[in-house]
């Protein structure tokens, strides 16, 4: 069975611009969740997705960031425009039944 | 409310040493997952333990899990210097606070 899988792993942008990481949950995985870790940080939480409704958002650092999960399969999580402080690796995980989530390899984000 | 704090922040020591990290949370769990994060890079699941297990082994990982004192302990036996990264624990609670939360994360660098 295939795992979450993120893309890219590796993302390297200029300020200002755009860019879209990709979420692909396990099947039939309601339950999908948005993480980053700003470099040295903790790991903190920035969404949480019941099939396509969000259900917690809470975790989102400002409107610059964008989750969308249109259809409850896949995730797209847009940053635009990016600031240097976006850097950090983003890690989505998903979870059937609330009893154990399992997590992506990560996307690291540069910003320069 | 933050869960899964982890101490030390902070572990130095020469290779062929044990290294034990702390995780301690604040309410009831479902389960708990160590996660191992080499820098800037993604996450690489590392052992899993369910409220109703006390202790998992994993080649040189042993997990304990006290759910009287809400703490858990990662121990890595003789520690490499590939074993150089931060460690995280992520509980998953139960009732409506389920989603994963993750520590600050303990940094560990073994020196060879």
């Known amino acids: 069975e295939a795992g979450v899988t993120q893309f890219p792993s590796h993302s390297v942008i200029e300020k200002g611009q755009t860019v879209t990481l990709r979420c692909d949950p396990i099947s039939g995985h309601d339950n999908l969740y948005w993480y980053r870790r700003v470099m040295g940080k903790e790991i903190k939480f920035l969404l949480h997705f019941v099939k396509e409704s969000k259900q917690d958002e809470s975790g989102m650092p400002n409107n610059r960031f964008l989750a969308e999960r249109t259809g409850g399969t896949y995730s797209t999580l847009k940053v635009q425009p990016a600031e240097l402080e976006d850097s950090g690796v983003y890690f989505c995980a998903s979870s059937q039944d609330r009893t154990e989530a399992f997590f992506g390899q990560g996307t690291r984000l540069t910003v320069v | ?112």
């Open chain 2, 1 to 112: 409310s933050q869960q899964g704090e982890e101490d030390p922040q902070a572990l130095s020591i020469q290779e062929g040493e044990n290294a034990t990290m702390n995780c301690s949370y604040k309410t009831s769990i479902n389960n708990l997952q160590w996660y191992r994060q080499n820098s800037g890079r993604g996450l690489v699941h590392l052992i899993l333990i369910r409220s109703n297990e006390r202790e998992k082994h994993s080649g040189r990982l042993r997990v304990t899990l006290d759910t009287s004192k809400k703490s858990s302990s990662l121990l890595i036996t003789a520690s490499r210097a590939a074993d150089t990264a931060s460690y995280f624990c992520a509980s998953s609670g139960t009732g409506g606070s389920y989603i994963p939360t993750f520590g600050r994360g303990t940094s560990l660098i073994v020196h060879p």
